[in-house]
T-cell receptor, first 113, second 112 residues
Framework: NAGVTQTPKFQVLKTGQSMTLQCAQD?????MSWYRQDPGMGLRLIHY???????DQGEVPNGYNVSRSTTEDFPLRLLSAAPSQTSVYFC????????????FGPGTRLTVT | GENVEQHPSTLSVQEGDSAVIKCTYS??????FPWYKQELGKRPQLIID?????GEKKDQRIAVTLNKTAKHFSLHITETQPEDSAVYFC???????????FGKGTLLTVNP
């Protein structure tokens, strides 16, 4: 099993550009989530999904969209990138909601200039 | 929503000493308390977790204690080794089944 994979590993965007961060898992987990990690701020939940076709907002959803058309994939879209979105983004999955081990992907380091 | 406070933000110990990291939470409905370790440049990984029906759980040199009355839980690492150096995060779900709130992290440095 590859576990949770994310692409790209690194990305530089200009303000106003849009892009999609990819996340996929091969563990047949129903629950998937996106976090951003900023220095001194811990991991903050952006959006999550409890199954295909079902998504909901986390703590910091503004400026991001998600969709979940399959169990495996959970892409995160930045609609119009801003410097405040410079961060490291982690995708995670778990077999049962949020109250079991979450398996994190390797992360995407995004810089918005 | 849940509010998780984690202390200290940095901790430096000598190899072989013990390290303790503490977290408090606000939502009495929280019943699952994981701890994650993140090495530099790597992804967070679960090292231990505890559910509210127990007060303590051990796994070799790592232990977690939970005080539901006081709403705090702690990570204890004994006989620290240089490879324990990392950022450690606590988390709690609050009353939600899905929204895990993380503490801001503790940078642990173990000096040889």
């Amino acid at each position: 099993n590859a576990g949770v994979t994310q692409t790209p590993k690194f990305q530089v965007l200009k303000t106003g550009q849009s892009m999609t961060l990819q996340c996929a898992q091969d563990m047949n987990h129903e629950y998937m989530s996106w976090y951003r990690q900023d220095p001194g701020m811990g991991l903050r939940l952006i959006h999550y999904s409890v199954g295909a076709g079902i998504t909901d907002q986390g703590e910091v959803p503004n400026g991001y969209n998600v969709s979940r058309s399959t169990t495996e994939d959970f892409p995160l879209r930045l609609l119009s990138a801003a410097p405040s979105q410079t961060s490291v983004y982690f995708c995670a999955s778990s077999p049962d909601r949020g109250r079991t081990e979450q398996y994190f992907g390797p992360g995407t380091r995004l810089t918005v200039t | 929503g849940e509010n998780v406070e984690q202390h200290p933000s940095t901790l430096s110990v000598q190899e072989g000493d013990s390290a303790v990291i503490k977290c408090t939470y606000s939502d009495s409905a929280s019943n699952y308390f994981p701890w994650y370790k993140q090495e530099l440049g790597k992804r967070p990984q679960l090292i231990i977790d505890i559910r509210s029906n127990v007060g303590e759980k051990k796994d070799q040199r790592i232990a977690v204690t939970l005080n539901k009355t006081a709403k705090h839980f702690s990570l204890h690492i004994t006989e620290t080794q240089p490879e324990d150096s990392a950022v450690y995060f606590c988390a709690a779900p609050g009353g939600s089944n899905y929204k895990l709130t993380f503490g801001k992290g503790t940078l642990l440095t173990v000096n040889p």
